[in-house]
Each structure stands twice: as structure tokens, then as C-alpha cells.
């Protein structure tokens, strides 16, 4: 059964970075696209950042510029260093598998993780 683990998150002020891990374990990792989402209490979940299988990458325009999505396939994890932190970033965020990489917020491979709390400070 597949596990999505995130890390790497925590308290910072506005324009500080994170960097947040997202661990997958029992599956054929290299082949999927990923991506990372949040949300926040009462909203629902949106998509921030997705990265193909082959390494292209693609965002949300509210992130543009300031999040970088990779991957390391050796190590089953997909990262997002968050750059230049606004208090509207502060959600919990999620990874997942698309299938689709044009439609990230469509059909997902696994089930959600716990994800990891980001609280930004102005």
C-alpha cells in the first residue's frame, strides 16, 4: 500500500523559505507525475506545483516565481522549496500523484497523507 509522507514545514515570517519533503513509499515512483497541494481550514484543496516523470514542471500563478518543485527518483521523494513566504501561504500542504498532468486537481493515484503545516507570520 502506498504512504505519502510530508515533512519540512513549520513556523517562519513572511519572506523566509521552507523546504518540504514528500516521501513515497510502495510504488514505481519514477513513472508518476507529482505534484503538491494546500489547503486551509474551510477552503478547498487547490494545486500549487506538479512535476512530470520526466522532470517538466509547471504552477500555480500565485506560486510562480517563488516555489520550486523537484524530485530526486533514487530517493522515492519529491520536494517544493518555498521561496519569499507571504502570510497567504499559510496552509497544510499536501503531495499526490495526478494522472493527468494537465489536470492536476483531477483523478489522484493515492490516498492523502497528513501533510505538513506551513504558518507564515507577518
Known amino acids: 500500500q502506498v504512504q505519502l509522507v510530508e515533512s519540512g514545514g513549520g513556523l517562519v515570517q513572511a519572506g523566509g523559505s521552507l523546504r518540504l519533503s514528500c516521501a513515497v513509499s510502495g510504488s514505481r515512483f519514477s513513472g508518476y507525475d507529482m505534484a503538491w497541494y494546500r489547503q486551509t481550514p474551510g477552503k478547498e484543496r487547490e494545486w500549487v506545483a506538479v512535476?512530470?516523470?520526466?522532470?517538466?514542471?509547471n504552477y500555480a500563478d500565485s506560486v510562480k516565481g517563488r516555489f520550486t518543485i523537484s524530485r530526486d527518483n533514487a530517493k522515492n521523494t519529491v520536494y517544493l522549496q518555498v521561496n519569499s513566504l507571504k502570510p497567504e501561504d499559510t496552509a497544510v500542504y499536501y503531495c499526490n500523484a495526478p494522472f493527468d498532468f494537465q489536470a492536476p486537481m483531477a483523478l489522484l493515484r493515492f490516498p492523502w497523507g497528513q501533510g505538513t503545516q506551513v504558518t507564515v507570520s507577518s
Open positions: 512535476i512530470g516523470s520526466g522532470g517538466t514542471t
